[in-house]
């Protein structure tokens, strides 16, 4: 992927520093450290290389958090970076998995300063991956998990992350007003309190999951009946009552 064409500026003939104008795209590295690599050749190479040691810890620690908030007993497996196609920026569209993007992990932990309070979007994406791996370690199926995760980023967030649909965020926001979790609770996500302060939502949200995938035909129809009743809201005049949107 070439971003542009920089220029190479020295500090001074003694001082050995050099300096590299980057696109404002690759800002969440500042401060990042890099190794230089130098490759010969017809066409040389000044190659940086990022140590994100650190930011696979963070996923290693979130991992841990949402098991624990998800499991509520129930074997989970091990954080395994294998399992994860890691991208460097977050693309717009992808074909196959769903992407960890690193410059949204560092930009959480940025200079080792809690930054999730302040970019609500990069956690989003974060937790929704996260979460969708965990739920098909607890057994949700692909499709379902993938929703399953966008449903947890909202009810941790705000956010979407645009894995599921309205029905399923409007579900989400219900159970979490059940489960009297109004709006993003305080903290940070790394901590356990964060998690702890979720977890009634979480398990109310995994659970309606479950009960849709083992009967699709009751998600079939709260599906409908929501879509139904949402746009007779949009119409004057209708008294169609709201169908509910979880299972008894």
Not at 50 to 59: F, V
Not at 70 to 93: D, I, N, T, Y
Not at 151 to 168: H, L, N, P, R
Not at 196 to 220: G, T, V
Request: hydrophobic content about 40%; charged content about 20%; some cysteine.
């Amino acid at each position: 992927m070439q971003l542009n064409i920089c220029k190479i500026r020295s500090a001074g003939r003694t001082s050995g520093s050099i300096e590299i104008t980057l696109p404002p795209a690759l800002q969440a590295f500042t401060g990042v450290s890099c190794r230089v690599v130098v490759r010969d050749g017809l066409q040389p190479e000044i190659v940086l290389q990022p140590d994100l040691a650190d930011a696979r810890l963070l996923l290693k620690t979130l991992w841990q958090r949402l098991s624990i908030a998800l499991g509520a007993g129930e074997p989970v497996s091990e954080f395994k970076p294998s399992a994860f196609m890691f991208v460097l920026l977050p693309p717009r569209h992808w074909q196959r998995g769903q992407p960890l993007a690193y410059a949204d992990i560092v930009r959480l932990t940025r200079n080792g300063e809690d930054k999730t309070a302040g970019d609500p979007e990069a956690l989003a994406r974060i937790v929704s991956v996260l979460a969708a791996a965990v739920g098909r370690s607890l057994g949700l199926h692909p499709g379902f998990a993938f929703a399953f995760g966008d449903a947890v980023a909202y009810a941790v967030t705000q956010v979407a992350a645009g894995f599921s649909s309205d029905f399923e965020r409007s579900m989400t926001a219900g159970l979490c007003r059940q489960a009297q979790l109004s709006g993003r609770p305080p903290g940070s996500p790394l901590d356990e309190e964060f998690w702890h302060e979720c977890e009634p939502a979480l398990r109310r949200i995994f659970e309606q999951f479950r009960a849709w995938q083992s009967k699709p035909s009751q998600y079939e129809l709260a599906r409908q009946q929501w879509y139904r009743a949402f746009q007779c809201e949009s119409v004057p005049g209708c008294a169609e009552p709201r169908a509910a949107t979880h299972a008894p």
